[in-house]
C-alpha cells in the first residue's frame, strides 16, 4: 500500500491481558516511530528503530512495553499485562530517512486500545 | 514547563479570515518544525516543515519560524469549515535524535 498501516484498529483488552500491535512502514522507509496519544493531548514518543535496530526506547513507559522490528520492515509495539492507563491511541510513523535527517514522518491510522 | 507548548483554544475563525496559531518551544538546540493537522479520530497529518527563520508558504498555509524568540506560528488564510481540527506542532532536536516532541494541540473551529 501507499501508506503506512496499522492493525487491528481497535483492540479492547481486559486489565492484564497482553496486547499485539502490528505496523506496517511505508516500503523503503528505514526508520520507525511509536507514539502514544491520550485523549486530548498530542503524541508522545515511545520508540525508534533504523531499519532493525532499536536505537531509542526512551519513551517506553515501563518494561510492560516491548517492541520490535525484526527485519528490518514491519514492527509490533507488545503491551505485558495491561493497565487502564494503557488506553490510548498507538500510533506508527515511518520516515525515509535516517537519524539526524531533516525528514518528515508519516502516521499510520492508529490503534486505539480500550482497557478495562 | 512543557518542551513545546501550545494554547488548546478552542480558536473560533469566521470563514474567510485567516487563522493564527502559535506555538514556543524551549530547547534552542531545536531544528527543524512540523505542523500536523488532526481531524477528530484520525492521524496526524503533515502539513507544512520549516528549518530556517523566516516565512515559507505553501497554499493557503505560512509557517513562519523565529529561532530567537523560539516560536513558530502557522497563518491559515482563507479560512474554510474543512479547517476545522486541532493542528499540532511538532519540533526535532539532534540531540534528540529522530524522534519528534509534540505540542498539545490547538483546536481550531472555522464557522460558516
Known amino acids: 500500500g501507499a501508506g503506512v498501516s496499522q492493525s487491528p484498529r481497535y483492540k479492547v483488552a481486559k486489565r492484564g491481558q497482553d496486547v499485539a500491535l502490528r505496523c506496517d512502514p511505508i516500503?523503503?522507509?528505514?526508520?520507525l516511530f511509536w507514539y502514544q496519544q491520550a485523549l486530548g493531548q498530542g503524541p508522545e514518543f515511545l520508540t525508534y528503530?533504523?531499519?532493525?535496530?532499536?536505537?531509542?526506547k526512551s519513551g517506553l513507559p515501563s518494561d510492560r512495553f516491548f517492541a520490535e522490528r525484526p527485519e528490518g520492515s514491519v514492527s509490533t509495539l507488545k503491551i505485558q499485562r495491561t493497565q487502564q492507563e494503557d488506553s490510548a491511541v498507538y500510533l506508527c510513523?515511518?520516515?525515509?530517512?535516517?537519524?539526524?535527517?531533516?525528514?518528515?514522518?508519516?502516521f499510520g491510522p492508529g490503534t486505539r486500545l480500550t482497557v478495562t | 514547563q512543557k518542551e513545546v507548548e501550545q494554547n488548546s483554544g478552542p480558536l473560533s475563525v469566521p470563514e474567510g479570515a485567516i487563522a493564527s496559531l502559535n506555538c514556543t518551544y524551549s530547547?534552542?538546540?531545536?531544528?527543524?518544525f512540523f505542523w500536523y493537522r488532526q481531524y477528530s479520530g484520525k492521524s496526524p497529518e503533515l502539513i507544512m516543515f520549516?528549518?530556517?527563520?523566516g516565512d515559507k508558504e505553501d497554499g493557503r498555509f505560512t509557517a513562519q519560524l523565529n529561532k530567537a524568540s523560539q516560536y513558530v506560528s502557522l497563518l491559515i488564510r482563507d479560512s474554510q469549515p474543512s479547517d476545522s481540527a486541532t493542528y499540532l506542532c511538532?519540533?526535532?532536536?539532534?540531540?534528540?535524535?529522530?524522534?519528534?516532541?509534540f505540542g498539545g494541540g490547538t483546536r481550531v473551529l472555522v464557522k460558516p
Open positions: 510513523a515511518s520516515s525515509f530517512g535516517l537519524a539526524g535527517g531533516p525528514y518528515e514522518q508519516y
Open positions: 516500503s523503503g522507509h528505514v526508520s
Open positions: 528503530f533504523q531499519n532493525e535496530a532499536q536505537l531509542d
Open positions: 530547547d534552542r538546540g531545536s531544528q527543524s
Open positions: 520549516i528549518y530556517s527563520n
Open positions: 511538532a519540533v526535532k532536536r539532534k540531540a534528540a535524535g529522530n524522534k519528534l516532541t
